[in-house]
């Protein structure tokens, strides 16, 4: 039973380009967590999402920042006209119905986002 | 809202010494509490977690931690640490209820030295 899937493991975008980061959940799991770490830092939330429902954005920035978790297919995140302090660890954890009960959450690997 | 914070933000020990990271948290209500690893340029692996019941929980890897209500503090223990444990940890809470965001301290690195 493979873990979570992030991809890619690194990525390197311009000031003003696009990032898209995808998370692909255990098997099994209709829950998706988006996190981030600045250097230095513990994780911080951004999102909660189900199947085709965004049930938890409190932690998203208002502006340029999306997630998305379709019936088919990874749960993305995208940062559109990324800016430097975007640069961070960009980790997605996912539960099953019963692990969520308790909050248990199996984090992957993560997204290293470099902004030049 | 719930905080947590751990005290060290780096703790060095020596090889097979006993090694004790510390975290308290603040919230108005009651939590569950997790200890979390980080490996260099991985994600994060669940050490152990308290729900409720018995104060002292073991985890995996030899780890434990006790979960103390009036000090509200969840230290992570480990009676004799090996080269390996050599990592970032971080100590979270939710609330004690279901799919809930996890809020996380800021991590203590535990570094082994032979």
């Known amino acids: 039973n493979a873990g979570v899937m992030q991809n890619p493991r690194h990525l390197v975008r311009r000031r003003g380009q696009e990032a898209r980061l995808r998370c692909s959940p255990m098997k099994g799991h209709s829950h998706v967590y988006w996190y981030r770490q600045l250097p230095e830092e513990g994780l911080k939330f951004m999102v909660y999402l189900q199947k085709e429902n965004i049930i938890d954005e409190s932690g998203m920035p208002k502006e340029r920042f999306s997630a998305e978790f379709p019936k088919e297919g990874p749960s993305i995140l995208r940062i559109q006209q990324v800016v430097r302090g975007d640069s961070a660890a960009y980790f997605c954890?996912?539960?099953?119905?019963?692990?969520?009960?308790?909050?248990?959450?199996?984090f992957g690997p993560g997204t290293r986002l470099t902004v030049l | 809202a719930q905080s947590v914070t751990q005290l060290d933000s780096q703790v060095p020990v020596f090889e097979e010494a006993p090694v004790e990271l510390r975290c308290n948290y603040s919230s108005s209500v009651s939590v569950y509490l997790f200890w979390y690893v980080q490996y260099p340029n991985q994600g994060l692996q669940l050490l152990l977690k308290?729900?409720?019941?018995?104060?002292l929980v073991k985890g995996i890897n030899g780890f434990e931690a006790e979960f103390n209500k009036s000090q509200t503090s969840f230290h992570l223990r480990k009676p004799s640490v090996h080269i390996s444990d050599t990592a970032e940890y971080f100590c979270?809470?939710?609330?004690?209820?279901?799919?809930?965001?996890?809020?996380f301290g800021q991590g203590t690195r535990l570094t082994i030295n032979p």
């Open positions: 954890a996912s539960s099953s119905r019963l692990a969520a009960s308790y909050n248990e959450q199996f």
């Open positions: 308290y729900l409720s019941g018995s104060t």
């Open positions: 979270a809470v939710s609330l004690p209820q279901g799919a809930q965001k996890l809020v």
